[in-house]
């Protein structure tokens, strides 16, 4: 339960999320720490509780009062038989209806049981618990969980969006048709989910983006220039997120005598190829892994680069960045950007005025956007400046949380609405 006053007449959520706590999505928990703090009174559910040495400070309490299930334990077994003996056909709908969403979706008949046996104790729990509303952050499997709640119960939901669950999912028309409202960070993404879905559904999808609070990203000066470019790249160590075209650009950079360091921030499956590529160019001087870290850490480093690079692509299996968070923040600190030019970052990262933009799998791009950093501190002030700019007037998290707020209280006046 909140540990925050609420407001008059807002409803009583449920988040649902994939994984919690997890380090990399410091989003989403800025969003519930942010929404609390505007009088929204939620309850906090994750399909999956992600044990974490380096959790948040702000996760420690939420992850002691979230919903956490067992898809085997005795609770989801008994809620599955208290749904059916409710109503059999409510319940075979909405198993039909589980089913039929994830369709041609790799992993569909390991992961669809699973959720559907936490979903059904979910229900049960979030009736106890007096939830009037469900909110799923990402359109995959809390959304096919919210999916079956809804049948379940008759308990509304609304969603949001982000970049790998869109680009990536399958049965988008079914989700978002029995869904009040869905919200995606950019606008790419909002016209990949009509596309997928259909244009009628064009009224209930809006773009709002995630942004930073910008009270703890204070503009720094540009640091002093050593004879090395300190170049700093955070990301999950993924092929999606394209940092083996970073090295191989860092190998440019060397052959063309530009003085360099890379600290590469993130954890995933690509970091032993990813070492020892870097070995193999004879980088492991000035190459270093740190692994996931947590915000402090990442701000450190932050502070110390000369320049950030996301070096984004689409991957093999359709995954992609929209706006990675950590670019806003690089570019709210005041550090030069350098990024793919993903269409997500081309809202961020207007080339030559916000940030240089490269190209998808383009070592030599990315070699080339450096080097003009490393070389020109005049353009370097001049992205900055830019870029800080952008960020204040657009991705500034605390304007746009209220417009999250407002969107989630809306939905719940609505409701009253409807039943009064």
Same mark, same amino acid.
């Given at each position: 339960?909140?540990?925050? @006053?609420?407001?008059?007449?807002?409803?009583?959520?449920?988040?649902?999320?994939?994984? %919690?706590?997890?380090?990399?999505?410091?989003?989403?928990?800025?969003?519930?720490?942010?929404?609390?703090?505007?009088?929204?009174? =939620?309850?906090?559910?994750?399909?999956?509780?992600?044990?974490?040495?380096?959790?948040?400070?702000?996760?420690?309490?939420?992850?002691?009062?979230?919903?956490? %299930?067992?898809?085997?334990?005795?609770?989801?077994?008994?809620?599955?038989?208290?749904? =059916?003996?409710?109503?059999?056909?409510?319940?075979?709908?909405?198993?039909?209806?589980?089913?039929?969403?994830?369709?041609?979706?790799?992993?569909?008949?390991?992961?669809?049981?699973?959720?559907?046996?936490?979903?059904?104790?979910?229900?049960?729990? /979030?009736?106890?618990? @007096?939830?009037?509303?469900?909110?799923?952050?990402?359109?995959?499997?809390?959304?096919?969980?919210?999916?079956?709640?809804?049948?379940?119960?008759?308990?509304?939901?609304?969603?949001?969006?982000?970049?790998? *669950?869109?680009?990536?999912?399958?049965? /988008?028309?079914?989700?978002?048709?029995?869904?009040?409202?869905?919200?995606?960070?950019?606008? +790419?993404?909002?016209?990949?989910?009509?596309?997928?879905? #259909? *244009?009628?559904?064009?009224?209930?999808? $809006?773009?709002?983006?995630?942004?930073?609070?910008?009270?703890? =990203?204070?503009?720094?000066?540009?640091?002093?220039?050593?004879?090395?470019?300190?170049?700093?790249?955070?990301?999950?160590?993924?092929?999606?997120?394209?940092? $083996?075209?970073?090295? *191989?650009?860092?190998?440019?950079?060397?052959?063309?005598?530009?003085? %360099?360091?890379?600290?590469?921030?993130?954890? #995933?499956?690509?970091? +032993?190829?990813?070492?020892?590529?870097?070995?193999?160019?004879?980088?492991?001087?000035?190459?270093?892994?740190?692994?996931?870290?947590?915000?402090?850490?990442?701000?450190?480093?932050?502070?110390?680069? +000369?320049? =950030?690079?996301?070096?984004?692509?689409?991957?093999?299996?359709?995954? /992609?960045? #929209?706006?990675?968070?950590?670019?806003?923040?690089?570019?709210?600190?005041? $550090?030069?950007?350098?990024?793919?030019?993903?269409?997500?970052?081309?809202?961020?990262?207007?080339?030559?005025?916000?940030?240089?933009?490269?190209?998808?799998? +383009?070592?030599?791009?990315?070699? *080339?956007?450096?080097?003009?950093?490393?070389?020109?501190?005049?353009?370097?002030?001049?992205?900055?400046?830019?870029? $800080?700019?952008?960020?204040?007037?657009?991705?500034?998290?605390?304007?746009?949380?209220?417009?999250?707020?407002?969107?989630?209280?809306?939905?719940?006046?609505?409701? @009253?609405?409807?039943?009064?």
């Amino acid at each position: 339960m909140s540990t925050h @006053g609420t407001i008059a007449n807002t409803p009583r959520y449920a988040f649902i999320t994939s994984r %919690f706590p997890q380090l990399t999505e410091t989003f989403i928990l800025r969003e519930l720490r942010g929404l609390e703090e505007r009088g929204l009174d =939620f309850e906090l559910y994750a399909i999956t509780h992600q044990g974490d040495e380096h959790m948040q400070p702000d996760a420690v309490e939420l992850d002691r009062r979230a919903n956490y %299930f067992n898809w085997r334990s005795g609770e989801a077994v008994a809620a599955q038989w208290h749904w =059916f003996r409710r109503s059999p056909m409510r319940w075979a709908r909405a198993l039909w209806h589980a089913v039929r969403a994830s369709a041609g979706t790799k992993d569909a008949l390991v992961r669809v049981p699973v959720v559907w046996m936490i979903a059904g104790a979910m229900a049960r729990r /979030m009736q106890q618990q @007096g939830v009037q509303r469900v909110h799923a952050h990402w359109i995959t499997y809390p959304t096919l969980a919210a999916m079956v709640i809804n049948e379940l119960t008759g308990i509304p939901y609304s969603i949001t969006a982000h970049a790998g *669950d869109i680009y990536g999912g399958t049965g /988008m028309e079914p989700r978002i048709a029995a869904a009040d409202l869905v919200l995606t960070c950019t606008a +790419d993404g909002r016209r990949e989910l009509l596309a997928r879905a #259909g *244009d009628g559904y064009a009224d209930k999808i $809006r773009i709002l983006y995630h942004g930073s609070d910008l009270t703890r =990203f204070d503009f720094e000066p540009l640091p002093t220039r050593g004879a090395a470019l300190r170049i700093l790249c955070v990301a999950s160590l993924l092929d999606y997120k394209g940092q $083996r075209y970073l090295i *191989d650009a860092c190998r440019i950079l060397r052959d063309r005598g530009v003085g %360099f360091e890379l600290v590469l921030i993130g954890e #995933g499956t690509l970091r +032993d190829e990813l070492e020892a590529q870097s070995a193999r160019l004879g980088l492991g001087d000035v190459v270093h892994f740190m692994g996931r870290q947590p915000h402090q850490v990442v701000r450190a480093q932050l502070d110390a680069c +000369d320049v =950030f690079v996301a070096p984004s692509i689409e991957g093999a299996k359709g995954q /992609m960045d #929209g706006i990675p968070n950590v670019l806003v923040e690089a570019m709210a600190v005041g $550090r030069p950007v350098v990024a793919t030019g993903r269409p997500g970052i081309r809202e961020l990262v207007i080339d030559g005025t916000t940030g240089l933009l490269t190209g998808e799998r +383009d070592p030599v791009s990315i070699a *080339d956007a450096l080097e003009r950093v490393a070389s020109d501190p005049a353009l370097c002030e001049r992205l900055v400046a830019a870029g $800080r700019k952008k960020v204040e007037e657009e991705h500034d998290s605390a304007q746009n949380l209220d417009l999250v707020f407002q969107a989630l209280v809306r939905l719940g006046a609505a409701d @009253g609405a409807a039943t009064g």
